[in-house]
């Protein structure tokens, strides 16, 4: 390579320094904790040893620096490898990991990685670099591949996926051990720039993270699990077990003599300084909504309206979608801001990953929406962004039975269950434009994990366009004096709630009965039984779907599982007539 300068000895002999003191962290930090894995640290130690001292631009006073290159560690087994490399920048003390109660263990968080996107699509001009550390393991996952089809079809050419090939798993080998020349080949079929080395060479890491890119790379580097501690390498049985400490001691007494006295220091090299700083505060609709009353629009509808104006006048609204965005409407966002769109196909758990990592470093406010029955296989990657306290915002389209013939694999009647299981996230269930225009607005000032749920056929508008909304606030939109029943419904199910109450021209008070296009399991019945169980004098009452449905129209539907204005009708004649038990 023409280009490749060579570190010289000194440079050499301080990374492998680093290495081994990154071996001798490790070891320790797990050892104390009595948890962790050792030998999945002691695999990378030259990775990222080179990594952040030789290759990486970042400011390690500020490791989230938003002009730094980034490091993502998708081997979430190696995370006080990542801890004793901030001691060794001095970002952290190595008290701060040797302590009984510091958390060495991280669970595995598949497919991280591409994360990246946000790094190279949406934030130009930059210079700066992603570099992703992967296990072999989790190359099984089937979103990794999701991921390398993306970031091959979007040229991500500032993305480099280190892998730690170590050929052991928890349980067993991995599928193809240390057959390199096989993941070589898997790479390149992706479109990926692929690159074999030495994992525990320190010149050849250094010259493969220095080649110039023109497409994503792959680093395969062959490592040996367990390296530096003779008892472990490359054996199996030692995964996820902290050395004893008399072994502990003795091994890292051993690794000490090996780090060589030198009077060089290495510093990492500051990062380009191109990317602006950004603020996401005061991020509101610009104005209210534009509906009046009696007009007809489906909240999907209203929802892609939403965002595109949104966007209109906030350069950082991004929108993702999984080739549905003429179901959800966000082609209405597409059309207007081409630029800030990102079509992720129908790989909804690579959409949900890309829409994480666009909201990293508080950059962008992101929107990603499909089907909202699609979102069901994304569970995974939503519990990892809810406990990263990703700020994310997702729109799940055609719920429910009203979704009609399209039949029950395409009806999300588990999704506020899903979401609802979710630690610290907020669901908003819009019925009609100026509801949908509001979640809106409150998702993108709402910090956390926000699903919109919205449905397919057109709804009648039924609030004024200046209705004051509230995360957490119910709505009360029919009511009288006389009132002794309340029917708590949302989405398409007000409309049939409102069109009972027509019926019934009686109502509310201390008699309570849900309705909802969703199973019992998990809904907005089960929600309100949790705020109302130890409330006295109540009597509630629960309509919902009661098993899989089938395919039909939305109205044969709603009667056939009895959610519709009939059956709320009877619900509440029986709930008045004392004949109904609280479900």
């Known amino acids: 390579m023409e280009d490749y300068h060579k570190p010289d000895q000194q440079t050499i002999q301080v990374l492998r320094n680093i290495a081994n003191r990154l071996r001798i962290n490790c070891i320790k930090a797990t050892t104390t904790a009595g948890n962790g894995h050792p030998t999945s640290c002691c695999s990378v130690a030259e990775i990222m040893s080179v990594l952040f001292f030789h290759t990486m631009r970042y400011r390690p006073e500020d490791p989230r620096h938003y002009n730094n290159d980034r490091f993502l560690l998708s081997k979430g087994h190696a995370a006080p490898a990542l801890y004793s490399m901030w001691v060794e920048t001095g970002f952290l003390k190595e008290n701060e ?116 890119r023109h497409q994503p790379t792959a680093i395969i580097a062959k490592t040996i699990k367990g390296k530096g501690i003779p008892a472990a390498e490359d054996k199996q049985g030692w995964h996820a077990k902290p050395l004893p400490k008399d072994m502990a001691e003795m091994v890292a007494k051993d690794l000490q003599s090996r780090i060589m006295n030198s009077s060089k220091h290495l510093y990492p090299s500051a990062p380009t300084e191109d990317s602006p700083p950004v603020s996401l505060r005061n991020i509101r609709m610009p104005s209210a909504p534009s509906y009046k009353a009696g007009e007809k629009i489906s909240t999907r509808k209203a929802y892609g309206m939403a965002l595109a104006k949104l966007g209109r006048y906030y350069e950082r609204v991004v929108a993702l979608d999984g080739d549905t965005n003429n179901l959800t409407y966000s082609e209405i966002f597409k059309n207007e801001h081409p630029n800030r769109f990102v079509e992720c196909y129908i790989a909804q758990q690579n959409m949900v990953s890309v829409a994480v990592g666009c909201a990293a470093r508080d950059r962008n406010l992101v929107f990603a929406s ?39 694999s395409l009806m999300a009647l588990e999704d506020l269950a899903m979401f609802r299981a979710l630690p610290s996230s907020t669901i908003f269930y819009p019925s009609d434009g100026v509801s949908t225009e509001k979640a809106t607005d409150l998702a993108a000032t709402t910090k956390g994990l926000c699903y919109i749920r919205t449905s397919r056929h057109d709804c009648s508008i039924i609030y004024n366009s200046n209705e004051d909304f509230h995360v957490g606030q119910a709505k009360v939109v029919y009511q009288s004096k006389d009132d002794q029943v309340t029917v708590v419904a949302a989405g398409m199910m007000i ?87 609280a479900k």
Not at 114 to 130: A, G, H
Not at 158 to 175: C, F, H, M, Y
Request: proline residues 3%; negative net charge.
């Open 370 to 408: 499909t089907l909202a029955s699609f979102f069901t296989r994304t569970h995974d990657q939503l519990r990892m962004a809810a406990m990263s306290e990703s700020n994310v915002k997702l729109c799940g389209s055609h719920c429910g039975l009203s979704n009609g013939e399209e039949g029950p």
């Open 97 to 212: 990991i040797n302590h009984p109660n510091v958390c060495v263990c991280v669970c595995v968080c598949v497919c991280i990685y591409i994360y990246i996107y946000i790094y190279i699509y949406l934030q130009l001009p930059m210079n700066y670099r992603v570099f992703c550390l992967m296990g072999d393991g989790e190359m099984s996952e089937g979103s990794v591949w999701e991921a390398m089809s993306f970031a091959s079809y979007y040229q991500l050419d500032n993305l480099v996926a280190i892998l730690d090939i170590n050929r052991l798993g928890q349980s067993d080998t991995s599928p193809l051990q240390h057959h390199v020349d096989k993941y070589y080949k898997r790479f390149e079929a992706f479109g990926w720039h692929a690159i074999i080395v030495d994992g525990h060479s320190v010149e050849e890491l250094c010259k493969a993270l220095s080649q110039p």
């Open 495 to 581: 409309h049939e709630a409102l069109a009972a109450a027509e019926h019934l021209k009686k109502g509310i008070m201390r008699r309570v009965l849900t309705v909802e296009d969703h199973y019992y399991e998990g809904g907005l019945g089960e929600a309100l039984s949790s705020v109302m169980v130890n409330e006295q004098g109540y009597n509630l009452h629960c309509l919902a779907v009661s098993h899989v449905p089938r395919s039909g129209k939305p109205h044969e539907l709603l009667k056939i599982y009895g959610i519709d204005r009939d059956a709320i009708v009877q619900a509440v004649r029986k709930l008045m007539s004392g004949s109904t038990n």
